[in-house]
């Protein structure tokens, strides 16, 4: 059972560079959500979908962009990295409603930005 | 202020010991409130739900005080593999985007 896999696990940018963190699921879930977790900070919302097509931003939405083109995929883009973005990223998926909270998460992707 | 805070702790308790959190939320529109748990380097991953009427699973309550607005989680016989650290989760009313609180960090010694 893959559930929701993020890749890559680990990944070391230089400042300006560019990248994209995968997240695919295989439980045909309609909401998916990337999370950044930092000491202290706990859980904060990047970007969110309720479904391909339709995304949305969350708590701490700059210096990120996502697509939602199937309901498998939702890639999370950095576009200029800076060091501030040096976290662990978490991407999850549940059922969109009342059951939103009841979510999946990936294993997790340490980005560290130089 | 965050929309779900809970204390940070630590929580040293002994192997054996009964202990409870709590978790306040600020939005009385909040329907669907969940307790996860999270190992050291892991992801979150869902524990329980909480409903209404509260809910028991093995060693583990919830509990959902609306009047009040808070939830609570009590885990009884604590074991050493509880040690962990527990989110409580409320889902924001009409968009039902769930917020998560920073967490509750829990060590069982032995």
């Known amino acids: 059972n893959a559930g929701v896999t993020q890749t890559p696990k680990f990944q070391v940018l230089k400042t300006g560079q560019s990248m994209t963190l995968q997240c695919a699921q295989d439980?045909?879930?309609?909401?998916m959500s990337w999370y950044r977790q930092d000491p202290g900070m706990g859980l904060r919302l990047i970007h969110y979908?309720?479904?391909?097509?339709?995304?949305d931003q969350g708590e701490v939405p700059n210096g990120y962009n996502v697509s939602r083109s199937t309901t498998e995929d939702f890639p999370l883009r950095l576009l200029l990295a800076a060091p501030s973005q040096t976290s662990v990223y978490f991407c999850a998926s549940g059922l969109a409603g009342v059951n939103t909270g009841e979510l999946f998460f990936g294993e997790g992707s340490r980005l560290t930005v130089l | 202020r965050k929309e779900v805070e809970q204390d940070p702790g630590p929580f040293n308790v002994p192997e054996g010991a009964t202990v409870a959190f709590n978790c306040t939320y600020s939005n009385s529109a909040s329907q669907s409130f969940f307790w996860y748990r999270q190992d050291c380097r892991k992801e979150p991953k869902l524990l329980m739900s909480v409903y209404s009427s509260g809910n028991e699973d093995g060693r583990f309550t919830a509990q959902l005080n609306r009047a009040s607005q808070y939830i609570s989680l009590l885990i009884r016989d604590s074991k050493l593999s509880d040690s962990a650290t527990y989110l409580c989760v409320g889902s924001s009313g009409g968009s039902y985007i769930p917020t998560f609180g920073r967490g509750t960090s829990l060590i069982v010694h032995p």
């Open positions: 439980m045909n879930h309609e909401y």
């Open positions: 979908s309720v479904g391909a097509g339709i995304t």
